[in-house]
C-alpha cells in the first residue's frame, strides 16, 4: 500500500478518483523563495486540459487550480504547497453498467483483485485524470528548474506509424503548442492529425511514440546505484497509465549497435567536455554528463473504444460483450505530452536538491 | 545523496568497490522463517561470476558468498541479512591511466564531475562488479517468491542484431542454461556466439536484447499510482547499468498498434479469468492481471572495447585518444540475465509483501 | 526539506498555515474496505476545536471536515484519502506587529533563520491549527485498530504542579470528556481547572503531563532496531509542538531503579503470557508484549502569553519588548489530548500493517 | 519489517547478531571528499567497548573494525561506508537454557512473538551488542559534524539516584573520559562508582540518566512538522535499548513551569540573537535556534540480573524461575554515553544535509 507520493526530497502526493468531488496534489520539499502563483500551474493545466481540440475528449473540464497553502505573498515559504481540482464534468451514469464487466486494457479487472471493490466511475482513482495532480506539481517543478536554466521539452514523434524524422529544438519550442497533435513538424502533424480522425470514425484508437528532452541539466546529477537518474525517469514515465516502453538516449537502437559505435566521444568544445554524439541520451552511470537528457516513451492506443469488444461479467462470472460509451481521445500522445514533461520535470527537480545544484532556499 | 538501497519493505543495500576489499549486500525486511543457506545465494552468483566461458571476461573470481547474519539454524529470523564477497582477481595497475581520461560510454566522466574524484580502479563503484549484491539479494528474493510458486526466467532474444522467434516456456527452462550466450533456441543461440566472437576478434562489442517473464504472480500485485507494478520493475532494469531501453508487454509495438488490436479481451478459462493476448504484459493500471509478467530490456554493447576511442584528458584539458586494456564481456547480454532476473525478483518480493501476498513471518 | 509526512505504510501528510484558505491531510494506504464517513472524523476534530470552554482559545472556528476522496459508498477504497477543513475564525491584523518580533517559545525566530521568511499570521505553518490533519487522519487511524479492538485512551494527569493519583481504565473512559481539562478524576479536574484560570487571570500560562494508553495491542507489534514500537512513538509525541519529554512505562523513574524491581515479572494467566508489573510499558526491545502501552507526555506551558517579555526587532537588530495579543489557550494539555492520542493510533496503524495484524485489504 | 535503517539523507542501516559471526554497519550518503580512516571509527569503538572497567561488562572484545568500501585515498567518495567488525568472545553454550524462559525485562519473549523463532544466543539481534554499528556509523557523523564545529558532548548525570548539580562544558571535555562512570563531576563519579558496585555485588543493577549536548549547531536546523529535530532526536535515543524517557531542555520540568518562566527570551549578543535562558534546548518547532541542544535519556537498570526471578517456560507454558548467567554491566549508563552521543550526531548530520548546512560534496 500507500504508492501515491513521488520523490525523495522534492516529493508529490496526488490524491482523487475521476467522479469525486475533487482531485489534487501536495508538493513538499519545494525551496523556500520560489515565485510562484495560480497563473503558473493553470497555464500547465490548460495544456492537458480535455476539450482542446477534435482530437481529445470533449469532456469539458475547466480544470481551474486553487493553491491552499505553501505560498506567502507570491513567494514558496518551503512549507507543503497543497493544490485543489474540483471535478466538474462529470457523467457517471455511463459507467453504471461497467461495475462488474472490467474494460479491456483498463485497470477495472485489476482494481477489483486488489481491493475487493473500486470506484468504477470514470476509471475511479486509474482514471488518466489523476494526471492533473502530477501536471500540477511538474508547473512548479519546472518553475524551480527555470531559476538553473533548465528546460523541458516534450513532442510527438511518432502517431499510428507516422514518424517525424529529425526536428530541431527550435522547431519544437515553435511548433509543438500550434497543432492538435503535438509534433513539431507541421506536415507530419497535419498527417498525424488525419490518422487519428481516421482511428477515431472507425471507433478505434492509435498509440504513438513522444519524446521528452531535458536541456541545460549540468553534469553531476544523479544518484547511483539504484536511484539512478535514468532509472528515475524510467520510473516517473512507465508509471502513467498508456506507457508501455521507455527509451533513454538510442534506447532499443543500441541493442544492434557495436561498442565503437554506441560510445559517445569526449571532446572539448569552448573549454567544457562534451560528447560528439550523444547516444547515451545525456546520462552515463546513471549520472547526467551535460548534453540533453533525451527520453522516448511508446503510448498505447487509448483501451477505451466504441468498438464492441470481448470481457467478463464478474458477478455472474460468465463470458460477455462490451461497448464502451462516454468520451475518450481517440489517441492519447498530445495530452500525454504535458504528463511526460511533469514527469521528467519533477525527477529532475528532485535530484538537482538531492545533488544540492538547487538550493534549500532561493536567495532572491 | 544515499541512492543505493532499492525497495520499500524488501529493501535492499548494496555497497562496495571493483578493486576494494570487498563488495556486499544487507538485505532489510525479509520475512522470517525462509529456510536459506549460503548454497541458494552461491548457485545465483556462478551463473553471474565472471570467466564462465570464451563470450565473458575472463576475469577469475570465484565469488564466494559469507552470509554473516539473518539466518540462524538454516532459516531467516525477520533481521537484517548480510552477505559479504571478498575481492580476489584484482589487476589495478592497469586503471593507472584512466585516472584522468574517461572512458567513452562510461561513468568515469559524470562520477569525476558528481563527487570532484573517484576510486578509478576498475571503475570503482560504477563497475558491473556492484551487481554481485543484487544477485545475491535476488537469490533470497527468488527463494521467497517460490514460496508462492512464482518463477522468474530470464533469456536473451537478441545479440547484435540475430533474433529468436517464439521460444516456449519449456525451451526457456531446459536451453538458456546450456549455451554460453543464454539464448532459449539453441541454433540461434550458435549464430550468436559466432556474432559475439566476431566482435572480439575486430576489439568491439556487440548489444541485445533480454527478456524477463514471472510467472503465477497473483491477479493484484502493485501500487498505485506511482509505485505501479511496471514503474518499478522500469527502475529496477534501469538502474543495471547497460540498459537503455525497457517494454513491457508489447512495448514499442503498442505505439503502431489500434486500440482494438493492442487490447486484451478477458476471458474465463477454467473458472479463473485470463486474457486472450498478453500485450499488456500482466500489467493493467500498474497492477498484475494474473498473466505472465513479460519484460525486454535493450542492452548497450559493452564499453570497454580494445579499439582506439577519442577521449579527452581532464588533468591537462586536452584532446586525447584512449585504448582500453584490461579484461571485459565482449557482450554483456548473457551475464545480465541474472542481474535482469534478480531486479524482478526483488520487485516483486517487495510488492508481494506490501500486497499481503507473502506474510511477514512464514510459518513451517 | 520534505518533512511533512508521517508513517511507513499507514501514511499521512498534511498541508496548511493557520490563516492560509484551508488546512488538510491526505492519509496514503488505508486498507480497502474500512467503512468510513465524514462523521467519524467530525468527531475527533470537535474534541480538538477551540472555543469548547473557558480554559481553551476562544478563537471560534466549526472546523468542519470534508472528505474529498478514497471513499466510496460508505467504504475506503484504498486510495488515497484527501482529508479539507477551510480556515474561518482568521484574525490575521493582530499579527501584523510579530513580523519583525519573534515571540519567545515560538517557533517565529527559527523559521525566519531557516527560509528567509515567513507567513507570520497565526503562526503559519508554526501553529497548533496544524494539529487538525493530525487528528482528523488519526480519526482514520482509530477506526482502523478498532476492527482489532485496540482502543487508545488520553487523558491528562497533570496541570501546573497538580497531579492525579492512580485512576483507574473506567474512570479515563467515564470522564474525561466530561470536563474541561480532560482529567480522569472530576475532583482533581476542578482544582487542575482552578488553577488554569488563575494562570490566565495573570496573564500567563501552565503546562502539564499527559497520559496515553493503547489497550489490546498484541505481542509482536514493532520493528527493531530503529523503528522500535517505542522510537516511533517518542517520535509522534514529541513532533507536537508543545511537548518537551516522553516517557514509556515507568519513564524517568527507571533511573531510580534496580533490575530487580524494574524487570516486570512473566506470568501465565489464563493461558497467555503477561507481566505482573508494567515498568516496561508494554514494549520489550521495541516490540509489543501484549501489555497495555503506556506513555507521558511534558507539555510546556502555552508559549503566547499576554504579559510583557523581552524579544529582538530583527529588522532593527535591537532588544525590544513584546505583549501578544491574539486568543490563546491557557493550557493547552486538554486539547493536546485527542492530538497525543491521534498520533499514537497512527503509529499504531502503521505498525499493525507492517507487522501483518492489519490486512491491507479488509473483509466485509 | 524493514526498520534497521535510519535516516534520510545521511543513512545508517545495521546488521547482525550477538552471537553470529560478524556485526557492521553500512552508511549512505556520507558526502564525498571527507578524511576517514579506520583510526577515527577504532577510536568511537574503543569507547564503547565491553570489559572497560569493572563496572562494565567483563567480555572482552577488542572489536577490530574493518571499512570495506567508500573510502579512497583517505578520503570519503560518496559511494556506501560499510564497515565490519568480526565477534570474537562468545560464549553461546550459556544460552541454551534460554531457549524457552525469556529474560524479564528482555527482548527474548516479544521476538518470540513477532517472530515464531529468534536466535537466541547472546539476545541476538536484540542484543546491546547491535550498537556498534551505531557507534561506528556516528564516528564518521561526528567527524562530518566536525567540519561545521559541532560538537557532541555525552555523560552521566545521574545513577542509582546519586545526581551531579550543574557541570561545566569544560568539565565534561576534561573528565568524563578519566572515570569508569563518565561522570563531569569527579566526586560525584566516585559515589556513583560505589554504588554501581554495591548493585553489582548484589547480583542486581541500577539505571541512570545520560545528558547529551550539541554545541555550535547553527539556526535553522530541523524540518517540521514531522521530522522536528527533537522528534527524530527523540526517535533516535528511544531506539536505544535501555531508554524509557527523553527530555529536551526542560523536560518534564516543563510541565510545572509558567509560560513567562519558561519562554526563553530573546536578546542580541555580539551581534547575535540567543535566548537569555536555554529551556527550549535549543529547539524551537523543531528547528534549532543557535543554543546548545540538551537531551537527557533515562536509562533502565540492566536487565540481565544474577538474581532468581519469575519467568514463563514457553514450551510446556508453566510459570518457573530463572537465574540469568553470563556477564553483564551492572549500570549500563557509561557505555550508552558514546551510543547516545552516536545517535545525536547521526541526526544532527543527517538534517545539517538536508537543510544545506553540509554539502553533498566537501571542497579539500
Known sequence: MSGNSFGQVFRLTTWGESHGPAIGAVVDGCPAGLPLSE??????????????????????????????????????????????????????????????????????????????????????????????????????????????????????VE???ISVGGVTIDQIRKNVEKNPVRCADVKIAEKMRKRVEGAKSEGDSIGGVVEILALNVPPGVGEPVFDKLDADLAKALMSIGAVKGIEIGAGFRAAKMKGSEMNDPFRIKGGVVMTGTNNAGGILGGISNGMPITCRIAVKPTSSISKAQKTVDLSKKVNTEIQIKGRHDPCICPRIV?????????VLADHMIRGGFIPTVLKS
Chains 1, 2, 3, 4 share one sequence.
Do not use: C, W
Open 159 to 161: 502517431v499510428g506509424g
Open 338 to 346: 504535458p504528463v511526460a514533461e511533469a514527469m521528467v520535470a519533477l
Open 39 to 156: 497563473k503558473d500551474v493553470q497555464a500547465e493545466l490548460d495544456r492537458r486540459r480535455p476539450g482542446q481540440s477534435e482530437v481529445t475528449t470533449p469532456r469539458g473540464e475547466p480544470d481551474v487550480v486553487e493553491i491552499l497553502s505553501g505560498v506567502f505573498e507570491g513567494k514558496t515559504t518551503g512549507t507543503p504547497i497543497s493544490m485543489l481540482v474540483r471535478n466538474k464534468d462529470v457523467e457517471s451514469g455511463v459507467y453504471e453498467e461497467l461495475r462488474y464487466t472490467p474494460r479491456p486494457g483498463h485497470a477495472d479487472f485489476t482494481y477489483e483483485m486488489k481491493y475487493g471493490f473500486r470506484d468504477y466511475r470514470g476509471g475511479g482513482r486509474s482514471s488518466a485524470r489523476e494526471t492533473v495532480g502530477r501536471v500540477a506539481a511538474g508547473a512548479i517543478a519546472k518553475k524551480l528548474l527555470g531559476t538553473k536554466n533548465v528546460e523541458i521539452l516534450g513532442h510527438v
